[in-house]
């Protein structure tokens, strides 16, 4: 196909926490770039990835989950979900088969309302409900916002995923595209291997610790002889007593977050990983704005 004949443009994905949005689009694009668990805001900085196909190419704007934000860390991740929108093509705003929209669902279908973008909701986890169930659901967000189109899906299944992008790419306009074909995400490796790391500290401890925890990579080296790469990396908690749960008994949790993580980014890397991984103490870090720049929590940074 020329390329006068393709298809190109941004798309934000917006939906309140653990919605599934970084699953979803992990599906779309082929590949775990963005981290994912169960627990709420996971994710916290605004991912770029890039679906290259025939019809042209998607760009992806993961983003946090909007909520109210508690302290300044909330309120970066809330201001880096709502910037998103500014400058894209179109919205996939996800949300979970249930009726009964919170505030943070209306608070979002005002900014969509306001935005004037086109708009297609994704009904996500659609395999737990069943079809009359289904209608009151979109009957009820069909209220809010008028719908560019609405489609149910299961990310973690793969559910009409590749519907879902048949009806992205007929909002999109034609354009050249914006990445080559080899691009799967603008985020740096380093920063990549470190969120596998948050990821697996997430998975792996309790409810409280993973919220004010944070990841920063300190060394991140091929060898001489390109036989591995060596990381040394911290994970940052605010609280002494946290810093003993992250260690474990005889070092037995960090141990494993360790092996975990070094499995994630061999396979990011396709080379082997020595792994180092040290816990620090950072108090109350989550309403510092110069120690949440220090670990990658930047304002300045965020596009308009």
């Known amino acids: 196909m020329s390329e006068k004949n393709l298809k190109s443009g941004f798309v934000a994905l917006i939906g309140r926490p653990n919605v599934g949005k970084s699953t979803l689009m992990n599906r779309m694009i082929g590949q775990k770039i963005a981290i994912t668990s169960r627990k709420p805001q996971t994710t916290r900085n605004r991912i770029r990835t890039v679906y290259t196909g025939p019809e042209g190419q998607i760009v992806f704007l993961d983003t946090p989950g ?5 302290n300044k860390l909330g309120e970066y991740m809330v201001t880096a979900a709502e910037s998103a929108v500014a400058n894209v093509d179109a919205v ?11 505030e943070s669902d209306r608070h979002i279908a005002k900014m969509l309302e306001r935005s004037r973008l086109p708009v297609i909701l994704v009904v996500n986890k659609a395999d737990r409900i069943k079809k009359p169930e289904m209608q009151a659901v979109l009957d009820e967000f069909r209220k809010n ?30 354009g050249p595209m914006f990445y080559d074909e080899e691009t799967v995400t603008d985020q740096p490796v380093k920063q990549i291997a470190a969120e596998l790391i948050r990821e697996k500290a997430l998975r792996l401890l309790g409810e409280e610790i993973p919220h004010g925890i944070a990841v920063v990579i300190n060394k991140m080296h091929e060898r001489p002889d390109g ?3 060596d990381i040394e ?6 609280k002494e007593s946290h810093k003993g749960i992250i260690i474990g ?19 990011l890397i396709e080379q082997q990983v020595s792994l180092k991984l040290w816990v620090k103490v950072r108090s109350n870090w989550r309403d510092s704005e110069v120690q949440m720049k220090n670990f990658g929590y930047d304002k300045s940074r965020m596009e308009s």
């Not at 909007?66 to 508690?70: G, L, N, T, V, W």
């Open 66 to 70: 909007i909520h109210k934000a508690k």
């Open 92 to 102: 996939l705003w996800l949300v979970e088969p249930s009726p009964y929209l919170g």
């Open 145 to 174: 916002v008028p719908f560019a189109r609405i489609l149910a899906v299961s990310a973690k299944q793969g559910t009409n995923v590749e519907e879902l992008k048949e009806e992205i790419f007929r909002l999109l306009p034609y």
């Open 227 to 229: 036989s591995l790469t």
């Open 233 to 238: 990396a911290e994970i940052i908690c605010e």
């Open 249 to 267: 008994k005889g070092g037995s949790m960090l141990k494993k977050i360790g092996t975990d993580a070094r499995k994630d980014i061999e396979n």
